[in-house]
């Protein structure tokens, strides 16, 4: 018993120390500019988003056959692939919000013709963003089915009701 409590002290430790020096050298994510350049693809950041549930599938998957492995490589791979998983789905989060919210989506206010349709594509950006948080706080991979589902909202979106 005490030697589990000790291993799973490790684990912590060596996680915490993973996060907090990822913190300190992690380049910041940038959704493309901040600025009204007027160069904008969607394509290219809806299959960003694609290849990023896609890392964080593969990441739970490997977690959860590395999950009660003991040994020093397990553990650190285990570790390894828990920020992979952490930083794409903040990388989701991240263009979502800096990129489609903020830039590509305009606000329309209440009464004015198309606020209904504005309110459901705000709520459709949530989604995404919503579901990339649940993907940071499991390994079920079930939670990536409706990562997947919320991107494809956002392509049916951007596909069909802007100009590219």
């Given at each position: ?30 959704a493309h500019c ?80 198309g606020y209904d ?37 956002l392509e049916h ?8």
């Open positions: 018993m005490l030697k589990s409590i000790v291993i799973a002290a490790a684990l912590l430790v060596s996680a915490a120390a993973g996060l907090s020096l990822l913190n300190q050298t992690a380049p910041s994510v940038q901040q600025v009204p350049c007027g160069i904008f693809d969607e394509d290219a950041r809806l299959k960003a988003l694609y290849e990023d549930a896609a890392t964080i599938e593969k990441a739970m998957n490997l977690m959860n056959e590395l999950a009660g492995k003991t040994d020093a490589q397990s553990q650190q791979q285990f570790i390894r692939w828990t920020i992979t998983k952490e930083e794409h789905a903040e990388r989701i989060i991240t263009v979502t919000s800096a990129y489609f919210l903020a830039q590509r989506l305009k606000p329309v206010a209440p009464g004015d013709e349709e504005y309110l459901r594509q705000l709520a459709q950006h949530h989604s995404l963003i919503i579901a990339a948080m649940k993907s940071k706080q499991t390994t079920e991979t079930d939670v990536v089915v409706t990562l997947r589902d919320a991107i494809h909202d979106i951007w596909s069909e009701t802007h100009d590219h």
